[in-house]
RNA sequence: GGACCCGUAGCUCAGCUGGAUAGAGCGCUGCCCUCCGAAGGCAGAGGUCGAAGGUUCGAAUCCUUUCGGGUCCGCCA
């Protein structure tokens, strides 16, 4: 993208200059902090800068008096029509019509790459999410994660950022224990085994979980490939050594394909997926350990019992501990449990030494809200591991209920009973579960209606927006899809009705939008710049209405009607690469 | 007892990292379809930003305290 696409920048340059003309002595990063943004009311003019009360206290100067200097040199540019001081010291700036036209062709030679931002030096970010336990299909509660993080990751690339994004694969510890067990009782069922579920739930460290239906193919499919061989004559279960390495492995294997083919049907994707057997395998834990106690963070202690609430059967016992409180954390934090063995969180820590040797200066991980107790330490644990050269940013997801018919869907995963992500899909469609689950900040709890999600009125943000493409498109057609490149060329005087250049002006805040919703790690902004795109361009549809001078296409105004279609036409291109950043499709037609 | 998140219009939510008179949709009120783009459109009312202090030229935004709601809190992952 060339730097003259972006309006902001290119204003917030001039800007920048003339303040460095008339504060010669400053230094240059006086500047940092000097914005330059569409003003909140429109009647203030096409932009609006602080500048003046950002290095008003720098400079020694009250800010309305250098604000008034700094009118004064940018009245000076071609393309500002007028610079005046106003309030505190901000100065407004009306544009050049002309120079506002000028982002329709603009947007029209970039096509899909604008709003791109420029190539980022340091290494490419690692963006993990999902990351759902390989122990049963995914669920509506892994949904939100899901698309937050990989709209994320859409977002970071469209910023200018090389990203990796990761999967981890808890494929080690209890939990794939107690699944093996599961799927091995599913197993002797399919051998047709006399004993009952509670009778073979007696000989299960931790009894039977995982009792869904979902594991009962699997034990079918154990039985066709390894015949009776996994269990002792009369389908009774063999000691644990004959079988569980074998089942776990296969039914890990069978539930990470099931949970691919739902991100699949989410158009969720991931780069690559990190086994956390194979972490461990490869000797990262005791790599970060060593990494620590060089840096003397290591130590066996006993922790304090967790005020208010103390367990039954709480005693004090020696572990191995991590000095998390060195690096911000509360408590420090143990790596190994009291009989020696790793603790989930040593797995994690040695999982992100692994991530920070790859040379990725930045990681990010998008988790549910219930860890969010686990954020300081995990940070903690990066910042030792790096000497805080790696930073760790976490995004929490807070927690979706699902609401049909005005009553709340629960789901338990446990139970075998619940509302599983491909359930969703198929009620709602994909498009639509993504993009309700951006119209929240993702630390703010949300309520997933199935109902309205469907609903083609102007209160489902869904439908507007597509709604908004599918006009756009519809014009287009019926003007026989001119080529955008020809659209290019045209010239713009025409376009000189306010709700035509509210919307070029919607359109110019694009590549400033993706780069605040990047920096903030924040994809639910780019639904909302949608929303305000799609209204500026209803609006400019509905004047058609009233107005016929104000349509589209007009056949007495064919030169006025090319200055409309290119701005349709950079209308429907900045819709979809918003949608693509969203990971959604741009409808054609709405149905 | 402690940590983290949320609290903004009657309802559901934005608020661009501290800026101007706090915004949108729904709902409400009032206008606008014999026809041409009404699955709608236009306009209006509606707020001590949970509360109280503080920081400064300036606070919904930052700090402290407090009140509600939600997630969590040795050797579960």
């Known amino acids: 993208m060339t730097p003259t696409t972006d309006l902001f920048a290119t204003m917030r340059a001039h800007v920048v200059e003339a303040l460095r003309q008339i504060l010669p002595e400053l230094p240059p990063d006086s500047f940092a902090r000097v914005l330059v943004e569409p003003p909140k009311d429109a009647s203030h003019g096409d932009m609006a800068t602080n500048g003046a009360m950002m290095v008003a206290k720098l400079a020694k100067m009250p800010p309305p008096k250098l604000a008034a200097a700094l009118c004064e040199k940018l009245r000076e540019l071609p393309v500002v029509v007028e610079a005046t001081p106003a309030g505190p010291g901000f100065v407004n700036l009306r544009l050049d019509e002309a120079f506002v036209r000028a982002v329709v062709p603009a947007v029209l030679a970039a096509g899909p790459a604008y709003g791109d931002g420029p190539a980022r030096e340091g290494g490419p970010v690692n963006v993990e999410y999902v990351s759902a336990n ?169 922790l304090e019992p967790p005020k208010g609430k103390t367990p039954e059967d709480w005693e004090p016992r020696p572990q191995v501990l991590f000095r998390a409180t060195q690096y911000g954390d509360d408590v420090d934090r143990p790596l190994r ?176 939008t993706v780069e605040a919703a990047a920096a903030a790690r924040e994809p639910h902004r780019i639904a909302f710049f949608l929303q305000d795109l799609a209204s500026d361009f209803h609006v400019l549809w509905n004047r058609g209405r009233d107005d016929a001078t104000l349509r589209f296409i007009r056949a007495e105004e064919p030169e006025a009607t090319q200055a409309r279609l290119a701005l349709v036409a950079a209308t429907s291109v900045v819709l979809r690469s918003g949608l693509a950043v969203m990971g959604v499709e741009p409808v054609e037609e709405m149905r």
Request: charged share 25%.
């Open 134 to 302: 390989p122990t049963g299909p995914m669920h509506v509660g892994h949904c939100r994660g899901a698309v937050v993080g990989d709209a994320l990751a859409l977002l970071l690339r469209k910023a200018g950022y090389d990203v990796t994004r990761e999967y981890y694969v808890n494929d080690a510890g209890a939990q794939v224990l107690a699944l093996a067990y599961a799927t091995y009782w599913r197993y002797l069922q399919a051998l047709g085994t006399p004993m009952t579920e509670e009778e073979f739930a007696q000989s299960v460290p931790g009894g039977l979980q995982y009792k869904g239906e979902y594991l009962v193919p699997v034990g079918i499919a154990l039985r066709q490939i390894f015949k009776e061989t996994l269990a002792e004559p009369g389908a009774m279960p063999a000691a644990a050594i004959h079988w569980l390495d074998t089942v776990r492995d296969f039914t890990v294997e069978a539930m990470m394909s099931a949970i691919r083919e739902d991100l699949a049907a989410l158009g969720v994707e991931h780069d690559v997926f990190i086994s956390e057997r194979a972490i461990v395998a490869e000797g990262w834990l005791e790599k970060a350990e060593a990494t620590l106690s060089a840096k003397d963070l290591i130590y066996t202690g006993v």
């Open 337 to 512: 449990k009291s009989d020696g063995s790793g603790t989930y969180f040593a797995n994690d820590v040695a999982n992100h030494l692994a991530k920070i040797d790859r040379g990725f200066p930045q990681l990010v991980q998008v988790w549910g809200a219930d860890h969010g107790g686990y954020v300081k330490r995990m940070q903690a644990a990066v910042a030792a591991l790096s000497d805080r050269k790696v930073s760790l940013d976490v995004v929490l997801t807070q927690i979706v209920h699902v609401v049909k018919d005005g009553e709340p869907v629960r789901m338990s995963k446990r139970a075998g009973t619940y509302v599983t992500l491909r359930d969703l899909i198929d009620e709602v469609g994909k498009d639509a579960v993504r993009f309700t689950m951006l119209t929240r900040k993702s630390d703010a709890q949300m309520e997933f209606d199935l109902n309205k999600v469907i609903e083609q009125t102007r209160e489902n943000p869904v439908f507007y927006v597509q709604y908004a493409h599918a006009r756009c498109r519809s014009v287009l057609r019926s003007a026989g899809d001119p080529a955008p490149t020809d659209l290019a060329q045209v010239p713009l005087d025409s376009l000189t009705d306010p709700a035509e250049l509210a919307l070029i002006r919607r359109m110019a805040g694009w590549p400033r």
